[in-house]
């Protein structure tokens, strides 16, 4: 199962609220491995998309589990609700290759997500809250990526967010000759930035980030100079060119600081444009005279070179992910019933040691041949039914069929299944 939302069902602002960092993707990584209905959970978050991803063993209570984990840590509201998509199964795990093979991303065949996505997954395997199952289908992903990325022209073809900035850039200046560029935040979207501005002619580089050194470091790289973040503020007046992209939770420039800005520039033009989530720039400062003010959601706009060849290379690829992610759902739906059958197999076990047990104590001792005699005729017994049921319970075509077969063979042999909390109730 699937629950998240992107850039295609919420703007920047809804996305912007449920973003998590490293911590809150801890913290939800705990509480929701913890849930009723769910057994395995990674948590994504980037600029464009909020997911759990999750194997749930009852879907209901796994969405229900989601909803009130993001009612408790989010506010999020019932009307809310629709920003959100829950995909089951084949749509979940078709959805899930399509991501990581770059084909649900703002920027068709952007090669960040790849990372991003293994971050995710270290980050649940770190904590113990993925496991074979969900282990499984991020290597198939990861695999199927690779594929549509040697078989096919989608990486060739790809631009990103920090190429669309440059261009947005060049759209409204023309030339970006002699250009004061100014980073907020040393992160690799800023490097990228800045070095596609510095190719089309822009002059200089500052760098201001809260840690001086990573200025220092990413300064050093583009040949430009580190500024401290304390500032910040007499260095917007000087500059052409703002690429804002910080980890700060919270606005870093507001309406009433901008209009000073805009001031002692004269309303000169600036260009501001904030690629961070949450959003670095006030949204109001898009009202101030002179200054021009993009967001993540604006870029998407200018994101138009390449589009033939990409929407060509994106139709080839969407070949493969739906023939691999058709063939692999069919192995993780024989894979799945492999803990019941497991269980199965120890109930027998016991069952037929149960039984001779009380067949020795009944009839016996018993000479060591006749011992050896009993045991391998219960084995075989055990094998024989625990072969059979796993066979059926394997080939049966429709996922409906096997968890109805399922839930039956767990209800005759007493297998038990056990139940958590609902996300976020417990202290």
């Not at 997500?113 to 395997?125: G, L, M, P, Y």
């Not at 500024?227 to 804002?244: C, K, M, N, T």
């Not at 319970?393 to 409906?400: F, H, I, M, R, W």
């Amino acid at each position: 199962m699937v629950i998240g939302l992107n850039h295609r069902t919420a703007a920047v602002a809804v996305r912007e609220r449920f973003w998590m960092n490293d911590t809150s993707r801890h913290d939800a990584l705990l509480k929701l491995s913890e849930a009723e209905g769910i057994e395995e959970v990674i948590v994504l978050a980037t600029c464009n998309r909020t997911e759990f991803l999750l194997w749930a063993n009852d879907a209901p209570l796994a969405a229900q589990s989601a909803l009130h984990f993001l009612s408790a840590e989010y506010g999020l509201k019932l009307c809310e609700w629709k920003n959100f998509y829950r995909l089951l199964d084949e749509a979940a795990l078709l959805h899930i290759f399509c991501v990581v093979s770059s084909l649900d991303s703002m920027v068709l065949g952007e090669p960040q997500i790849i990372s991003q996505v293994k971050t995710a997954w270290q980050q649940a395997q770190k904590l113990g809250t993925t496991g074979r199952f969900l282990d499984a289908v991020m290597q198939k992903a990861l695999t199927v990526s690779k594929r549509v990325r040697s078989e096919t022209a989608i990486g060739d073809a790809a631009v990103s967010i920090p190429y669309a900035a440059v261009e947005l850039a060049r759209q409204i200046f023309g030339t970006l000759d002699d250009k004061r560029v100014l980073l907020l935040g040393a992160g690799k979207m800023s490097e990228l930035s800045a070095r596609g501005l510095i190719n089309y002619g822009a002059r200089s580089v500052e760098v201001i980030n809260r840690t001086l050194e990573h200025a220092v470091e990413l300064a050093a790289k583009l040949g430009g100079t580190a500024i401290a973040f304390e500032e910040r503020w007499q260095h917007l007046v000087d500059a052409d060119i703002v690429i804002s992209s910080t980890s700060c939770p919270h606005v870093i420039l507001g309406r009433e600081e901008a209009e000073r800005i805009a001031s002692e520039r004269n309303h000169r033009p600036l260009l501001i444009v904030d690629i961070a989530l949450p959003r670095d720039i006030d949204a109001a400062v898009r009202d101030i005279k002179g200054i021009i003010l993009h967001d993540i959601d604006d870029l998407q706009k200018v994101v138009n070179h390449n589009t033939g060849e990409r929407e060509t290379a994106a139709a080839e690829a969407q070949k493969i992910v739906l023939a691999e992610a058709e063939d692999f759902r069919r192995k993780l739906q024989s894979e799945r019933v492999v803990p019941t059958i497991v269980a199965l197999r120890n109930r027998l076990d016991e069952i037929c040691r149960q039984e001779l047990e009380s067949f020795r104590l009944e009839y016996g001792p018993f000479s060591k041949d006749q011992e050896q005699m009993y045991v391998a005729v219960t084995s075989r017994i055990t094998q024989k039914i625990s072969g059979s049921l796993a066979r059926e319970l394997k080939d049966l075509p429709e996922k409906v069929e096997q968890d109805q077969m399922t839930i039956a063979v767990r209800r005759l042999f007493h297998l038990e299944t056990p139940q958590a909390a609902l996300a976020g109730t417990r202290n």
